[in-house]
């Protein structure tokens, strides 16, 4: 393997620590490994849609935004409604 730095803010590494800790893996290099991963395998995820998934993220932590059951989602998407 190879080594490489990186550069993050002290709360967007706490919120990693948080989540590796929170969904299981071992280590927060195991985390990061798996998402690079995801994120090459997967590049149908823009930059744009993680920024959105981010703000949707925040929304839901701080309140300002309601958590919607995948039902109610297909519902809204039947009805051409905007889910937000």
């Given at each position: 393997?190879?080594?490489?730095?990186?550069?993050?803010?002290?709360?967007?590494?706490?919120?990693?620590?948080?989540t590796?800790e929170?969904?299981?893996?071992?280590?927060?290099?195991?985390?990061?490994?798996?998402?690079?991963?995801?994120?090459v395998?997967?590049?149908e995820?823009?930059?744009?849609g993680?920024?959105?998934?981010?703000?949707?993220?925040?929304?839901l932590?701080?309140?300002?935004?309601?958590?919607?059951?995948?039902?109610?989602?297909v519902?809204m998407?039947?009805?051409?409604?905007?889910?937000?």
């Amino acid at each position: 393997m190879v080594q490489i730095n990186l550069r993050l803010s002290k709360a967007f590494l706490k919120d990693i620590d948080t989540t590796w800790e929170e969904q299981g893996f071992n280590s927060r290099s195991e985390f990061l490994r798996y998402a690079a991963r995801d994120a090459v395998k997967h590049p149908e995820f823009s930059r744009e849609g993680w920024k959105q998934i981010a703000a949707s993220e925040h929304d839901l932590r701080s309140g300002s935004a309601e958590l919607v059951s995948r039902e109610e989602v297909v519902e809204m998407m039947d009805r051409g409604e905007d889910a937000e």
